[in-house]
Nanobody, 117 residues
Framework: QVQLVESGGGLVQPGGSLRLSCAAS????????MGWYRQAPGKKRELVAV???????NYNDSVKGRFTISRDNAKNTVYLTLNSLKPEDTAVYYC???????????WGQGTQVTVSS
């Protein structure tokens, strides 16, 4: 059974930092493209950052230079480091695992990030 479990969300002041983690089980983690998405109230879910099985990364323009995605294949975990947080970063952040060229696509349950003073 595939599981993606996010952690690390919370309440932080503008300008602050957080690190989100997503631990995967039930998949050959190293083969999967891993991504972080977010959904704010009343808005569509959007891609935040993605990291390929080979370590290539891509970011939403709104987070470039502030957020960093990384992965540790030995720990079956993907991370999202969020710096210089803004109120507009407030959302539920979801972890995604996708095997390129297949139908295998999995989601975590989400973790809330709230940026407020």
């Amino acid at each position: 059974q595939v599981q993606l479990v996010e952690s690390g969300g919370g309440l932080v002041q503008p300008g602050g930092s957080l690190r989100l983690s997503c631990a995967a089980s039930g998949v050959i983690f190293s083969a999967y493209t891993m991504g972080w998405y977010r959904q704010a109230p009343g808005k569509k879910r959007e891609l935040v950052a993605v990291i390929s099985s080979g370590g290539m990364t891509n970011y939403n323009d709104s987070v470039k230079g502030r957020f960093t995605i990384s992965r540790d294949n030995a720990k079956n975990t993907v991370y999202l480091t969020l710096n210089s947080l803004k109120p507009e970063d407030t959302a539920v952040y979801y972890c995604n695992a996708h095997l390129i060229g297949s139908v295998y696509d999995y989601w975590g349950q989400g973790t809330q990030v709230t940026v407020s003073s």
